[in-house]
């Protein structure tokens, strides 16, 4: 019993950790805003490894689906709970503890209905062409929001800041840290539940070879449908978390440069392994925060042992050379990524005994 | 009422005629047998039948529905079910999940029941798991149950197939030369499985098969197309004997 319980419990510790630091001052903004951005990218790997490992798919535009997430539940707080220019708040402040989180699964669910942009065009087509037709469904959504005035268009949205105040002014907790760890954790657990599932199965079957699941009875329209939509739904719940987060959102934030950040995460992590996902939102998150640091003091040393010339300086654009060729090495060396399809379990088969699936 | 009744079946592949005007009718409980020279659009007919391909022209009614443009899936979930000539199994994934997945027609669950884990997904993924471990246990597959397919011999391979289609439950069972690329022991052992499974499970079975041998030692009744249309049909002996029969095989030729 209390094996079973072991991982709950390990991770309300962790999170009771990260919220005591936080509150104690062990962690200043910048790092609450790191470990954030940790649970955020864990959300947006583990939900497009449903699709590009476990389908076998090609998706690239999960950052349009992190748009309607964001925006939807941006919409529904700033208009309920703060005095905007959409007329005063509708709610009292307190309610925004429940109203947050209600606005999060609302705007996971419009990014789930938005996951038919790409799902039905995925019942004629697979390889290249789905996915230029996930690319142009990203698209459509960046641009309708640019063309929107009222939701700021391309200048952005703002006034989420006062909502997380809100709820920080009712209950003084970081309620950021919680929600973005407890959506991590509801993600992780849910595409657990459903891959493992005879169900979710016939999403692999799909994958190895579509052909022999349609005729072996898996309705593959229906599983590519719910897959495609579970995906979206989770990326749109990254999306209103992060939107949280920044307190600012406008429609550059959901470029493809977000996409190919998240696709890289899938293919550092190993296709179809969700703790490979998660390890490697984890490692991309500080790797990219760590340059932050690194690339100063490797300009200060390299400067010191006179291997850079006194008028040049390593700058921050470095960044998009050493993260790339990390991934190029990572491709030449172990191209199946980090896991490849295995999980943590099947490396280390003792840890069965803490969790049980079916 | 006939288990299958195929009536003027028509495939075009733009200006390829695979198959043209081929009939064929089975009360249930035989076990048929179609042959032919190689491209003589066997698998075509196939095709058709289990719902891969939507026949140019033609009937098909199976227990009594028209199955001609149902969506494969459908078809199988009525009692059809097959294997493919070049083996399709999912590489990947366990022998016991291939049986497994094979047996989403009869899930008896929804996505929401596998999200929430409600009693109605637990009772049904017991009763899944229980069907796909007897079954493997009957065809003497148990022990492989948690080996890749991939990492299999070929026989045992082919034999997973043929488990794989019989989770479905059929009522009709394709099988798409099960012997191809058998050695002799295997083929023996191919032979008495065909057999017992069509005494056992009291299904129907049709066969496209290229070795004799195995034909003509468990067919009752033989069809034989020829550039897509039928040249022959009766029984092993009848065949063996039929001079139209040879020469398509033999060539013109060679008589
Ligand atoms: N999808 C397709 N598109 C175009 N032509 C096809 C298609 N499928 C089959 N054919 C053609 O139809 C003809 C019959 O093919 P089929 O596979 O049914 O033959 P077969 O009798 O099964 O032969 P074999 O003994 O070699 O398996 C062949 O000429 C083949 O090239
Ligand atoms: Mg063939």
């Known amino acids: 019993m209390l094996q079973r319980l072991s991982v709950p419990l390990v991770l309300l510790a962790s999170l009771a950790v990260c919220v005591g630091l936080s509150m104690g001052g062990v962690l200043d903004g910048y790092m609450q805003t790191v470990l954030m951005f940790v649970g955020i990218n864990v959300i947006l790997a583990t939900s497009l490894n449903l699709i590009n490992g476990n389908m076998g798919e090609f998706a690239c535009g999960h950052a349009g689906f992190m748009a309607v997430g964001a925006y939807v539940s941006s919409l529904l707080t700033v208009l309920f709970l703060t005095d905007s220019k959409f007329g005063p708040a509708l709610l009292p402040s307190g309610a925004a503890l429940w109203f947050f989180p209600l606005s999060l699964v609302v705007g996971g669910a419009a990014a789930a209905v938005t996951g038919l942009l790409v799902a039905l065009p995925s019942f004629r087509t697979r390889g290249d062409y789905l996915a230029i037709i996930t690319i142009a469904a990203s698209y459509i959504i960046k641009s309708s929001i640019e063309n929107i005035d009222t939701i700021g268009g391309a200048r952005g949205f703002m006034g989420m800041s006062r909502v997380v105040a809100a709820m920080n002014s009712t209950i003084d907790l970081p309620w950021m840290i919680i929600w973005t760890f407890a959506g991590a954790v509801f993600c992780v657990w849910i595409i657990q539940r459903y891959v493992s599932s005879t169900y979710g199965k016939g999403v692999m079957a799909i994958c190895q070879d579509e052909v022999a699941a349609e005729i072996m009875s898996v309705n593959t329209n229906r599983i590519k449908l719910v897959t495609f939509m579970l995906s979206s739904g989770l990326a749109g719940l990254a999306g209103g978390l992060m939107a949280h987060v920044l307190g600012y959102v406008n429609p550059g934030n959901f470029t493809i440069l977000k996409s190919t950040e998240i696709m890289v995460m899938v293919y550092m992590g190993g296709m179809g392994s969700i703790s490979g996902a998660v390890m490697a939102a984890f490692l991309i998150t500080f790797l990219m925060e760590g340059l932050r640091f690194i690339i100063p003091m490797l300009d200060t040393l390299l400067h010191a042992v006179w291997l850079l010339p006194d008028g040049y300086e390593l700058t921050q654009v470095w960044k998009w050379v050493i993260i790339p060729l990390l991934l190029i090495m990572l491709m030449m060396f172990r191209p199946e990524g980090i896991m490849g399809a295995r999980e943590l379990a099947d490396l280390f088969p003792r840890l069965r005994q803490y969790y049980k699936f079916k | ?255």
């Open chain 2, 1 to 255: 009422m006939a288990l299958i009744d195929v009536d003027n079946l028509t495939m075009r592949f733009g200006g390829l005629t695979a198959v043209s005007e081929f009939s064929t009718r089975m009360e249930g409980g035989e076990l048929m047998g179609l042959i032919g020279p190689n491209g003589a659009g066997k698998t075509t007919v196939f095709n058709m039948v289990s719902g891969f391909y939507t026949p140019s022209e033609g009937r098909i009614v199976f227990d009594g529905t028209p199955t001609a443009g149902l969506k494969p899936h459908r078809v199988t979930t009525l009692g059809i079910s097959r294997t493919f000539q070049n083996i399709r199994l999912w590489h990947d994934l366990s022998v016991l999940d291939n049986i497994r997945i094979a047996q989403h027609s009869r899930m008896g669950y929804t996505s929401w029941d596998a999200f929430l884990r409600t009693r109605r997904f637990l009772d049904n993924e017991a009763r899944i798991d229980r069907t796909a471990l007897e079954l493997l246990e009957a065809l003497d597959l148990l022990r492989f149950k948690d080996e890749l397919p991939r990492n299999l011999p070929y026989g045992l391979q082919r034999k997973v197939e043929i488990a794989r289609a019989l989770s479905t439950k059929p009522k009709l069972l394709l099988l798409d030369e099960p012997a191809a690329g058998l050695n002799s022991a295997d083929v023996k052992g191919l032979i008495d499985l065909v057999r017992w499974i069509h005494k056992e499970f009291k299904i129907t079975i049709w066969m496209i098969e290229h070795q004799m041998t195995v034909v003509m030692s468990l067919c009752q009744y033989i069809q034989v197309i020829d550039f897509g249309r039928q040249i022959a049909a009766g029984t092993p002996e009848e065949i063996q004997k039929n001079p139209v029969v040879i020469k398509a095989y033999l060539g013109d030729d060679q008589i």
